[in-house]
């Protein structure tokens, strides 16, 4: 996307007269969902409503998980795209939603991209756990952290981290593994599951015979 659409699209979300004066966020996410979730950034950093409308969105992509119609309205390509855009409006006012999460909405509609409203959501998260010094950490082992052990690998993980940053782990447990962990942190990946190691193992043998 050049520079004059990604001014346009700021333009669009922004309610400021600075609107084409692009605010970059702290983190940069690829993809469409990651220039539209710059764009929102930006409009948001303006208005100085970036943590309300990380809530509003984070409340409308939990309506979209429990509401089926809402779903189905949102994915279904078949609806117009002015239809779409004008109920959003709707829902927008009714809510009491802020401008630039509006903003958001409509232009999605307009633009046929509401397929990619989840992930432009969950893009403009990972910008603001960034704004927030959040450190993302995903730790998969073979069996369960008990307290001690995710108490142990928290402050090992924490030596890693800036002065001001914050570390959000989360765990998740497969089987697979066998042993040992995997541990993303950030765009960083470190595989140190046995499974790898047997993989690594196999891989050598079978070159040698």
């Given at each position: 996307?050049?520079?004059?659409?990604?001014?346009?699209?700021?333009?669009?979300?922004?309610?400021?007269?600075?609107?084409?004066?692009?605010?970059?966020?702290?983190?940069?996410?690829?993809?469409?969902?990651?220039?539209?979730?710059?764009?929102?950034?930006?409009?948001?950093?303006?208005?100085?409503?970036?943590?309300?409308?990380?809530?509003?969105?984070?409340?409308?992509?939990?309506?979209?998980?429990?509401?089926?119609?809402?779903?189905?309205?949102?994915?279904?390509?078949?609806?117009?795209?002015?239809?779409?855009?004008?109920?959003?409006?709707a829902v927008a006012t009714k809510t009491n939603l802020s401008p630039t999460t509006s903003n958001?909405?409509?232009?999605?509609?307009?633009?046929?991209?509401?397929?990619?409203?989840?992930?432009?959501?969950?893009?403009?998260?990972?910008?603001?756990?960034?704004?927030?010094?959040?450190?993302?950490?995903?730790?998969?082992?073979?069996?369960?952290?008990?307290?001690?052990?995710?108490?142990?690998?928290?402050?090992?993980?924490?030596?890693?981290l800036k002065g001001n940053e914050t570390l959000q782990l989360t765990a998740k447990v497969d089987?697979?593994?066998?042993?040992?962990?995997?541990?993303?942190i950030d765009d960083k990946y470190v595989d140190m599951s046995v499974a790898s190691k047997v993989?690594?193992?196999?891989?050598?043998?079978?070159?040698?015979?």
């Amino acid at each position: 996307m050049s520079i004059f659409k990604t001014n346009m699209m700021i333009r669009s979300l922004s309610t400021s007269a600075t609107a084409a004066q692009l605010v970059k966020p702290p983190v940069q996410v690829f993809g469409l969902e990651g220039r539209y979730a710059s764009a929102l950034y930006s409009a948001a950093s303006k208005s100085k409503t970036l943590d309300v409308v990380e809530k509003e969105l984070s409340q409308f992509q939990q309506n979209i998980k429990s509401d089926a119609i809402l779903k189905e309205f949102i994915i279904n390509p078949t609806l117009k795209r002015n239809l779409k855009a004008d109920a959003l409006k709707a829902v927008a006012t009714k809510t009491n939603l802020s401008p630039t999460t509006s903003n958001l909405l409509g232009l999605l509609a307009e633009n046929g991209r509401l397929d990619k409203l989840e992930s432009v959501i969950n893009a403009f998260k990972i910008m603001m756990a960034a704004h927030r010094g959040e450190v993302t950490c995903e730790v998969v082992t073979a069996k369960p952290l008990d307290q001690a052990q995710r108490q142990n690998l928290e402050a090992a993980l924490k030596k890693f981290l800036k002065g001001n940053e914050t570390l959000q782990l989360t765990a998740k447990v497969d089987p697979a593994l066998i042993g040992g962990m995997v541990v993303s942190i950030d765009d960083k990946y470190v595989d140190m599951s046995v499974a790898s190691k047997v993989k690594k193992y196999t891989e050598l043998i079978s070159a040698t015979v």
